[in-house]
């Protein structure tokens, strides 16, 4: 018999240190614990969709049609009899990937241009920022809508759209603190010790340009989810029967006498975009040495 034997992980001091931090700024800021709870609470009640109410999103019984909230059904029913608390929860499952994977692409993308863009200089600087410029010329929104009534309306073609039009404002932004930081004491000692431009940029520069770009982000995510919904609210993206929380909001305006068809999707929406801000502004106060220093 083959014994398998598991190898001990030892925590430095260093990470134990910086956990006990991040601990005690969460338990110290209510505004950030707040923000976590609910982003947590939604994680959880979305993955959980299955258990807290069984059944299928898509399932029509039009016997309940239009019902109004209850024990039975908590959201009430919408015009085809369906639980408007299933297809809310179930909605979930595609605008929060949806909104990740935007924002993902946009810091991915974004922050390695203006990065190349800021230490390189000269006529890469110019092509990368004519270009970032001309994208950043037309309102975001409008310009994903281009893009999704060119591909034809999907949950996919959706995510792509926004993605195309997420990347310039972290471009702009990289660039700035790029340049910032270029001509740094510590960024000239790395470029005079030898290393490559490439990485002085990822080891020396980019460890101090991410933690504003994450805050960014954590923002955006909140964005994004909001952008996503108004694809689908106005057709552009996710289509009916699938549930998503634009084109469920879309339907209930239809039925606006029956107020909990479009509500309860749009505070779902309302919800999350609050916690992403909060959590975000949260994370500026923790990073920004200001703030920090009069906590």
């Given at each position: 018999?083959?014994?398998?034997?598991?190898?001990?992980?030892s925590?430095?001091?260093?990470?134990?240190?910086?956990?006990a931090r991040?601990?005690?700024?969460?338990?110290?800021?209510?505004?950030?614990?707040?923000?976590?709870?609910?982003?947590?609470?939604?994680?959880?009640?979305?993955?959980?969709?299955?258990?807290?109410?069984?059944?299928?999103?898509?399932?029509?019984?039009?016997?309940?049609?239009?019902?109004?909230?209850?024990?039975?059904?908590?959201?009430?029913?919408?015009?085809?009899?369906?639980?408007?608390l299933?297809?809310?929860?179930?909605?979930?499952?595609?605008?929060?990937?949806?909104?990740?994977?935007?924002?993902?692409?946009?810091?991915?993308?974004?922050?390695?241009?203006?990065?190349?863009?800021?230490y390189?200089?000269?006529?890469?600087?110019?092509?990368?920022?004519?270009?970032?410029?001309?994208?950043?010329?037309?309102?975001?929104?409008?310009?994903?809508?281009?893009?999704?009534?060119?591909?034809?309306?999907?949950?996919?073609?959706?995510?792509?759209a926004?993605a195309?039009?997420w990347?310039?404002?972290?471009?702009?932004?990289?660039?700035?603190?790029?340049?910032?930081?270029?001509?740094?004491?510590?960024?000239?000692?790395?470029?005079?010790?030898?290393?490559?431009?490439?990485?002085?940029?990822?080891?020396?520069?980019?460890?101090?340009?991410?933690?504003?770009?994450?805050?960014?982000?954590?923002?955006?995510?909140?964005?994004?989810?909001?952008?996503?919904?108004?694809?689908?609210?106005?057709g552009?993206?996710?289509k009916?029967?699938?549930?998503?929380?634009?084109?469920?909001?879309s339907?209930?305006?239809?039925?606006?006498?029956?107020?909990?068809?479009?509500?309860?999707?749009?505070?779902?929406?309302?919800?999350?975009?609050?916690?992403?801000?909060?959590?975000?502004?949260?994370?500026?106060?923790?990073?920004?040495?200001?703030?920090?220093?009069?906590?």
């Open positions: 018999m083959r014994l398998v034997t598991f190898r001990r992980v925590i430095t001091p260093e990470a134990r240190s910086a956990a991040w601990v005690t700024l969460v338990w110290r800021d209510p505004q950030m614990a707040i923000a976590l709870a609910a982003i947590l609470a939604w994680i959880i009640a979305v993955a959980g969709a299955g258990v807290l109410t069984p059944g299928s999103p898509l399932g029509q019984d039009v016997d309940i049609r239009l019902q109004s909230p209850s024990f039975a059904h908590w959201f009430g029913t919408d015009q085809l009899g369906r639980d408007v299933r297809r809310v929860l179930y909605g979930g499952r595609t605008s929060l990937p949806a909104a990740m994977v935007v924002v993902f692409f946009g810091l991915t993308v974004g922050a390695s241009l203006g990065a190349v863009a800021g390189t200089g000269g006529i890469v600087d110019e092509v990368i920022m004519r270009v970032t410029d001309m994208v950043l010329a037309f309102p975001v929104l409008v310009l994903a809508m281009a893009v999704a009534a060119a591909l034809g309306a999907s949950l996919s073609h959706g995510v792509v926004l195309t039009v990347w310039p404002q972290y471009t702009r932004v990289c660039r700035g603190l790029v340049m910032d930081l270029r001509e740094k004491e510590y960024v000239v000692a790395s470029r005079a010790s030898g290393r490559l431009p490439l990485h002085t940029l990822s080891l020396v520069v980019m460890p101090n340009v991410l933690p504003s770009l994450l805050v960014m982000a954590a923002i955006d995510i909140g964005r994004a989810i909001l952008s996503f919904a108004t694809l689908s609210f106005l552009l993206g996710a009916p029967p699938a549930p998503e929380w634009g084109s469920m909001v339907e209930g305006v239809d039925v606006m006498d029956q107020w909990w068809v479009a509500t309860f999707p749009g505070l779902a929406i309302l919800s999350l975009v609050f916690a992403f801000n909060l959590l975000g502004d949260s994370i500026r106060d923790a990073l920004d040495p200001w703030i920090g220093g009069r906590r």
